[in-house]
């Protein structure tokens, strides 16, 4: 059975239960061969988002299919196009996009939340404060912040957040991944041994059409693209570069009209540094060539 874009250390279940896609446990399902339901965590945000994303000629291709909108009791679900169904024995990874990872809003947000301090504490001990102990607890911008500091998102404005192999299990913790040299390092873990020049030049290609449908997409001038993933897939012959999760693709702030994604962020302007991700994200695949 194929997995749907599932993180290495999920599982397909077979009586059709939601399952966890990079670290977000429980929150897609097969609906079909061809497609998948998703849960819909942000109200109705990603909703809206592939609405008004499958309305843009140069967006559209950008991203799974959207098929509907629907609801499983009080569940709201959408349909999407399972993009595992073009790939025999796929090769997965996912990368989160851009310099930051929190919504605006959330700068001004001092909501203390125990969980976060637990995930800090967990992956980063050094990083918590007297006061932070203290507490036992921290709020979502310190998390996000911490994480973006202590990954790649800060200098390369992507990180990876999860890799699956057809073959084997990455014997590193993606989370830890800091710098470049570690980041080629999965890449080629990613790449599975596929010495095929064309298979990777290929794959380059790919991103840098999605790079430039996004620069020429009225949906991504308009709208800040926060925690979404560039999803590479590719099974040894055929590979495929997709954007996924818009729970938080949301509209730029008022008073900005276009966003140009490149742009350093200071609080207001709405940037997110997406396509500089996308840069960075090319310029060391093409290392391999």
Same mark, same amino acid.
């Given at each position: 059975?194929? @997995?749907?874009?599932?993180?290495?250390?999920?599982?397909?279940?077979?009586?059709?239960?939601?399952?966890?896609?990079?670290?977000?446990?429980?929150?897609?399902?097969?609906?079909?061969?061809?497609?998948?339901?998703?849960?819909?965590?942000?109200?109705?945000?990603?909703?809206?988002?592939?609405?008004?994303?499958?309305?843009?000629?140069?967006?559209?291709?950008?991203?799974?299919?959207?098929?509907?909108?629907?609801?499983?009791?009080? %569940?709201?679900?959408?349909?999407?196009?399972?993009?595992?169904?073009?790939?025999?024995?796929?090769?997965?990874?996912?990368?989160? &996009?851009?310099?930051?990872?929190?919504?605006?809003?959330?700068?001004?947000?001092?909501?203390?939340?125990?969980?976060?301090?637990?995930?800090?504490?967990?992956?980063? @001990?050094?990083?918590?404060?007297?006061?932070?102990?203290?507490?036992?607890?921290?709020?979502?911008?310190?998390?996000? %912040?911490?994480?973006?500091?202590?990954?790649?998102?800060?200098?390369?404005?992507?990180?990876?957040?999860?890799?699956?192999?057809?073959?084997?299990?990455?014997? %590193? +913790?993606?989370?830890?991944?800091?710098?470049?040299?570690?980041?080629?390092?999965?890449?080629?873990?990613?790449?599975?041994?596929?010495? +095929?020049?064309?298979? &990777?030049?290929?794959?380059?290609?790919?991103?840098?059409?999605?790079?430039?449908?996004?620069?020429?997409?009225?949906?991504?001038?308009?709208?800040?693209?926060?925690?979404?993933? &560039?999803?590479?897939?590719?099974?040894?012959?055929?590979? *495929?570069? !997709?954007?996924?999760?818009?729970?938080?693709?949301?509209?730029?702030?008022? *008073?900005?009209?276009?966003?140009?994604?490149?742009?350093? !962020?200071?609080? *207001?302007?709405?940037? +997110?540094?997406?396509?500089? *991700? &996308?840069?960075?994200?090319?310029?060391?695949?093409?290392?391999?060539?």
């Amino acid at each position: 059975m194929k @997995p749907n874009l599932i993180s290495e250390e999920s599982e397909n279940d077979e009586k059709g239960d939601f399952i966890q896609i990079s670290g977000h446990k429980g929150i897609c399902k097969s609906a079909s061969s061809k497609t998948i339901y998703k849960k819909l965590k942000n109200g109705n945000n990603e909703n809206y988002a592939y609405l008004k994303a499958m309305e843009d000629e140069y967006a559209r291709v950008c991203i799974p299919r959207f098929f509907r909108a629907l609801k499983d009791g009080d %569940q709201a679900l959408i349909e999407l196009e399972n993009l595992m169904q073009y790939f025999k024995s796929p090769n997965i990874m996912d990368i989160k &996009l851009g310099c930051r990872t929190f919504e605006e809003n959330e700068v001004q947000s001092t909501v203390l939340r125990e969980d976060l301090y637990d995930k800090m504490l967990k992956l980063y @001990p050094d990083c918590c404060s007297e006061e932070e102990k203290r507490e036992k607890a921290v709020t979502k911008l310190r998390y996000m %912040q911490v994480r973006e500091k202590m990954s790649t998102t800060s200098k390369l404005s992507f990180r990876i957040e999860a890799v699956h192999s057809s073959t084997a299990k990455y014997s %590193q +913790d993606v989370k830890k991944i800091t710098n470049s040299v570690q980041v080629l390092d999965c890449f080629k873990f990613f790449l599975n041994k596929a010495h +095929d020049k064309r298979l &990777l030049e290929t794959l380059v290609e790919r991103i840098k059409q999605l790079r430039c449908n996004i620069e020429n997409s009225e949906f991504f001038q308009t709208h800040q693209i926060i925690g979404s993933s &560039l999803l590479l897939i590719h099974d040894g012959s055929n590979c *495929g570069a !997709w954007i996924i999760d818009l729970a938080h693709a949301i509209p730029a702030p008022d *008073g900005i009209q276009r966003l140009n994604h490149r742009s350093d !962020w200071k609080f *207001g302007n709405g940037e +997110d540094g997406i396509l500089t *991700g &996308l840069d960075n994200i090319i310029r060391l695949f093409r290392s391999f060539l």
